[in-house]
């Protein structure tokens, strides 16, 4: 009975600060965004914070984190007297990348502004493309991310007021990845919202890599979401790597819109991270269209990292792949929900879905739930999911080799790991991250301190 | 028995034969042979009736029936046998059981009484002999697990089972090691009678040394471009089918 | 039910599979469902609707002692409390339970001495059932027990069964005879709050099947309850308790059959298992409640509980099942490996036509150490209907060593029903190895033109390579459920292709 109090108590609070500061969040902001906040407050009332009960977050509880929490909201910029682009500075030669910076959910004018793009690509404030180039995001706008499916969407349009804007225009190919670095950064205890939106045309290309970041020891909440239109063969490759400490709860949504022959990559990398939520949706709307879906989590200590896809094929001919693997030491959790779900017209759907798990300790634990829903019969589907330990015999064959006990298992973790990183198709981030994985698995990288950047020299 | 008059196939929207005319008569023994990608096995399948290839134009009769008229299993009950290029595996269901099915269908068709099981299992011993098979294939689920040569013996055993008035062997001898070849062979050639024909589709001429055709057409680009005896086989081994594409000024 | 039954088990299993495959074939002509009869038997009913009263009549009906009554009373207050659970892929219409008659059982209740004292009327239900018991027990060596309406009419066997001390007896029999068995073991496996239709089983099942097999003790002979609902407006809530003392071994089979009617009928049973120290249970069902008709009008909704605890060491439970009837079918035979050692398998083959629907599967918990778990799930489904897979691996961290493979396949024929499969993986220590493997294909169409070209129809080929692709789990199936099993599979699927 107690955490059905917290719930109410917390969803109260919660639908409080909305009412209290609305003012504040809506200043400036052209009314039909205002407009959803108060049906994404009925969604989120009527969900409630995620919690075992909730069958989408079974694996993960939010109840104590959202029941105990009473952090800052930043309704407004902080204002740092820094130029964080000094801080940094990522023109290192061998890893090109338009740097976008993003402190506490809010685009960071004073460091973007000397950034320009080709061909006519916009990068820019998110709050300032809902204003200027209204008639382009209201197309989008809580359309790919509707309120009321799941309650962590619904709090982020409730209170959403900047993030990253990306246009990247009809067949234009940015050559250049993109960086969005995300800053956590605050004296006190702090709660974010962050919304992003992208736009690649019909026939561009682009590639993003989205690196999360806390620079500071306080706790964090970061709602971060993404929404995401691929027009016709549009290709976009997006790389999150999520390195935060393990006070840091990261709440990220990706929902994708894919047109006919476009096609998607993500991977998402987990480092580090105190409670690591990403959902992730892909609407397979248009024939030919493909998803290649990736993750890796590592995690030790406390941490919790729980990925959930739900792709969607909604038009014939389109492919789909996933590949997520968790390795868990200490007393970590982990969480998988893949669903799979094929539309009654969705004919010559090809979808596949694997979930590799290692557990390197008894009280580590992981929770799979791959699904498909399958509604026609002319589709090829397969999902597979596994929980064991490092093969016994591989571990021998090593040890035979002469190798001690304590490199073969990293060399047999690593070689686990590596076929998802092998999915990262821009060559010198996939060393990077590479490099990183190593570290990390051999503990050296307990916590990034400083920026991506860093790491990756 | 057979006559196809001016056949037109079409596979996923590409037109594959384009004119074929062929006539096979009781006791004669076909070899169509040609380059890969020449639509060999698209005539076998479209002989066959399989739904992938769609006829857009011409006439196949069989022993005087229209056979676009036939649904595929009554083309087999009327006595046309495929051999299968690349025969499926169906896990799980008895080579015992399918053969018995099949056997079965076929003389009801012909109102002739089913064979009882014990009656089936002494037809079975019989052709197995006759043909060589390896007894315990038939134990098997049909195809599953089965090498290549035995899968193609497999198909002959089958062909031995069903007495076919006209086998179509497709590329029958791809993948054959010289013993299963040998084996293959004498199993048509024993079921070869002057009532029955045969058309062996093939790449290669080694499978002519083992069973002689009467007539050899060459099959490129859709069309029948060259007809004669069993000599042109030889021709085209030792002078490839570039030679065909020479004469026809290509 | 028309079950061949083996006469001498070494005589050629082939021959009569041969034959039977034959007769297989001829049948696909058959279009309806073949039970859909109904008995003029009298049937003993009391009003319709439940409260206590109701239980309280049911228990005194009975003669029930009154630690049964306190069981069935606590179950319905429990019940009151409890909602209808919704996570299924299933859409449930409501249920009126208020409409229902919770207890009907056949008037002649006095008990038999020879066949020829049975109501002649019920003797020719059981033959168009198939099961001529007469010449069952001279010929067959399978013991029946066979309930129609929830009351178990008449065991045959018990004698032969009784000298090895083996207790084969309907549920209200084992009650008066064996109180304290029931008193210890009752609602162990299922407690009453277990679940939604549990509670609603414990507080108003009428009859069952009980069966206790002593220390040592290898049943000699299949055990077998056919399960018939006749009665209109009844639900049937059998109740079954399988109890294997240390180091025996039972087969059970279970078949059900109900009468084509317009309405829905509720079936919720509950059957629980407990395996001693290496004891063996083998538990095969072949489900073909009525499904309804072609455009999903009346049909069986079906929601039972099963649950087998292999208590002992190195115990083993095994659940087979074919489901090919009901309209709503909601099961998950699971089995709690507590024992270190054990193992558990589960064995499923489940067809849905029509506008049927099926939310099945298993679940594995894994609490003693060496514990092992098989999976093995054949979903078929056909027409408009909804054909589901739910499972549930568990290893708690105390199981070292546990090891689960789980395989999920849904073959698809139509393009207007739906496969989904939902397993869930949750495991706590490092040394346990789990495996889940899923596929979701259509029929092979190559494998149907194969098939033509030798001559086979299309239909016949479907059924054949439908029958190949279960054949893995059929063939766990005792030989006679086999036979019965793969020309289910045949007959439920007519007329599902186009």
């Known amino acids: 009975m107690a955490d059905v109090l917290e719930k109410i108590s917390a969803v109260q609070r919660i639908s409080g600060l909305l009412d209290n500061n609305l003012s504040k969040i809506e200043e400036g902001l052209p009314a039909w965004v205002n407009q959803i906040r108060q049906p994404a407050l009925k969604a989120f009332q009527r969900m409630g914070i995620p919690g075992f009960r909730t069958e989408n977050y079974k694996y993960t509880d939010l109840t104590r984190l959202f029941g105990n929490e009473n952090f800052r909201r930043a309704y407004v910029p902080d204002d740092f007297e820094v130029d964080l682009s000094e801080v940094f500075s990522c023109d290192v030669p061998e890893f090109d990348t338009h740097l976008i910076l993003v402190v506490n959910g809010w685009y ?53 007021q900047d993030g990253v804007f990306i246009h990247i225009p009809d067949h234009v190919h ?3 990845p993109l960086q969005i670095i995300n800053i956590l950064r605050s004296e006190d205890d702090l709660y974010v919202t962050q919304r992003n939106l992208i736009i690649a045309g019909k026939n561009s290309q682009v590639k993003l890599m989205i690196c999360d970041h806390t620079l500071m020891p306080q706790q964090f909440i970061n709602n971060n979401l993404t929404e995401i239109q691929l027009g016709q063969d549009a290709v976009a490759d997006i790389y999150s790597i999520q390195n935060q400490h393990n006070k840091t709860a990261s709440l990220s949504g990706i929902y994708v819109h894919q047109e006919q022959g476009s096609q998607l990559v993500t991977n998402a990398i987990t480092l580090h991270g105190g409670i690591i939520r990403n959902n992730l949706k892909v609407l397979l709307d248009g024939e030919y269209a493909s998803a290649k879906i990736c993750g890796l989590a590592l995690s030790d200590k406390n941490q919790h990292v729980d990925n959930y896809t739900n792709i969607e094929h909604i038009k014939p001919n389109c492919e789909s792949n996933q590949l997520y693997k968790n390795i868990l030491d200490d007393n970590s959790t982990g969480g998988f929900t893949g669903r799979i779900h094929v539309l009654p017209y969705a004919v010559k759907t090809a979808a596949y879905q694997r979930n590799n798990n290692v557990l390197l300790t008894n009280a580590a634990r992981m929770n799979t739930k791959p699904q498909l829903v399958i509604d026609n019969d002319d589709v090829k589907c397969s999902h597979g999911a596994t929980v064991g330990r490092i093969n016994d015999e591989a571990l021998f064959y090593l040890q035979a080799r002469g190798i001690n006990e304590k490199e073969a298992r990293l060399m047999l973790m690593f070689a686990f790991a590596h076929e998802v990183l092998a999915e990262v198709k821009i060559e010198k981030l996939r060393d990077v991250i590479d490099k990183l994985v190593n570290k990390r698995l051999r503990g050296e990288v307990s916590k990034c301190h400083s920026c991506a950047m860093d790491c990756i020299r | 028995m057979l006559v196809i008059k001016d056949l037109y196939a079409k596979v996923e929207g590409k037109d594959i034969l384009k004119g074929i005319n062929l006539t096979v008569n009781a006791g004669e023994v076909h070899a169509i042979m040609g380059p890969n990608g020449s639509g060999k096995s698209t005539l076998a399948n479209v002989l066959a009736g399989h739904s992938n290839f769609e006829v857009t134009h011409g006439s196949v009769t069989f022993n005087g029936k229209d056979i676009f008229e036939m649904s595929p299993d009554v083309r087999a009950k009327e006595g046309l046998f495929l051999s299968f290029q690349y025969p499926v595996e169906i896990p799980g269901v008895s080579m015992v059981n399918f053969l018995k099915t099949a056997v079965n269908e076929h003389r009801k068709y012909r109102n002739e009484k089913e064979l009882s099981a014990g009656d089936f299992l002494k037809l079975m011993r019989e052709k197995k002999a006759m043909v060589q098979i390896d007894s315990q294939l038939t134990n098997r689920s049909v195809n599953e697990g089965f090498s290549g040569g035995e899968k193609k013996k497999n198909e002959i055993f089958q062909m031995a089972m069903l ?18 070849l040998r084996i293959v062979s004498n199993g048509v050639n024993m079921l070869k009678s002057k009532d029955n024909a045969t058309i062996l589709v093939t790449h290669y001429q080694r499978l002519l040394d083992y069973i002689v055709p009467d007539f050899v057409h060459v099959l490129y680009e859709g069309r029948i471009v060259k007809s004669a005896g069993k000599e042109l086989a030889l021709e085209l081994e030792a002078k490839g089918y570039d030679w065909i594409k020479k004469e026809l000024g290509e | 039910m028309s079950v061949l039954f083996v006469t001498g088990i070494n005589s050629s299993y082939f021959e009569i599979i041969m034959e039977d495959q034959n007769k297989l074939l001829n049948e696909v002509t058959q279009r309806d469902y073949r039970f859909g009869f109904v008995s003029d038997i009298e049937t003993d009913t009391i009003v319709k609707g439940l409260n206590e009263e109701v239980i309280r009549i049911i228990s005194a009906k009975k003669d029930e002692p009154e630690f049964m009554l306190e069981f069935r009373l606590k179950a319905y207050r429990r019940w009151l409390t409890m909602k209808m659970p919704e996570w299924a892929q299933l859409k449930v219409p409501e249920i009126d339970y208020q409409d229902i008659i919770f207890y009907a059982a056949p008037t002649q209740q006095a008990k038999y001495e020879s066949l020829n004292e049975v109501d002649p009327e019920l003797l020719r239900t059981f033959e168009k059932l198939g099961i001529p018991l007469e010449e069952q027990k001279m010929l067959s060596g399978v013991a029946v027990d066979a309930v129609i309406d929830s009351v178990s009419v008449k065991t045959t066997f018990k004698e032969t069964l009784a000298e090895r001390g083996i207790i084969f007896c309907s549920f209200s029999e084992a009650v008066k005879h064996h109180p304290d068995l029931i008193q210890k073991y009752l609602g162990m496996a299922v407690p009453i709050n277990d679940n939604y239709f549990a509670a609603l089983n414990s507080a108003v099942f009428s009859d069952g099947s009980f069966v206790y097999i002593p220390k040592g003790t290898r049943c000699p002979m299949e055990l077998s309850t056919y399960f018939r609902i006749n009665a209109q407006n009844t639900g049937q809530f059998e109740r079954t308790l399988i109890i294997a003392d240390d180091d025996s071994y039972v087969s059970y089979l279970e078949g059900c059959t109900a009468p084509m009617r317009d309405e829905n009928q509720l079936h919720a049973a509950v059957v629980e298992i407990i395996a001693l120290n290496r004891a063996e249970v083998k538990y095969s069902t072949v489900q073909n409640w009525y499904p309804g008709d072609k455009n999903g009008k009346g049909g069986i909704f079906n929601f039972v509980t099963k649950r087998g605890i292999c208590m002992g060491i190195a115990s083993k439970i095994f659940w087979n099942q074919v489901e090919t009837g009901s309209a709503i079918t909601w099961k998950y035979p699971s089995c709690v490996l507590m024992g270190d050692n054990s193992v558990a398998e589960f064995n499923s083959v489940a067809l849905t036509n029509n506008y049927q629907q099926a939310d099945t599967g298993t679940k594995m918990i894994h609490i003693g150490k060496n514990t092992k778990s098989t999976i093995v799930s054949k979903g ?17 961290a105390k199981a070292e060593n546990a090891r689960n493979y789980s395989q999920c396949d849904s073959l698809l024929l139509g393009d207007s029903c739906g496969a989904h499969t939902f397993p869930y993986i949750e495991v706590g220590n490092s040394s346990s190895i789990i495996e889940h493997e899923a596929t979701t294909s259509k029929i092979g169409e190559d494998q149907i033109f194969y098939c033509n070209q030798r001559g086979i129809s299309t239909e016949d080929a479907i059924g054949m390579i439908v029958n190949g692709y279960a054949r893995e789990v059929i063939n766990k199936l005792p030989m006679e459920f086999a036979v019965e099993a793969q020309k289910l599979l ?9």
């Open chain 3, 380 to 396: 078929i489904s056909a027409g408009h209907s909804s054909n589901s897979y739910r499972g549930l691996v568990r290893v708690a």
């Open chain 1, 108 to 160: 960071d004018e004073k460091s973007n502004r000397n950034t320009t793009y080709p061909d006519g690509v916009v990068v820019k404030s998110f709050r300032r493309a809902m204003i200027e180039n209204s008639d382009l995001v209201m197309n989008y706008y809580a359309k790919l991310a509707p309120v009321n499916e799941d309650p962590l969407t619904a709090l982020n349009t409730m209170f959403s």
């Open chain 3, 490 to 498: 045949q007959i439920s699927l007519e007329g599902s292709v186009g």
């Open chain 1, 174 to 176: 940015i050559s250049k």
């Open chain 2, 163 to 180: 007495e076919p008035k006209l086998a179509i062997l497709d590329e029958t001898d791809s993948g054959l090691d010289i013993d299963a």
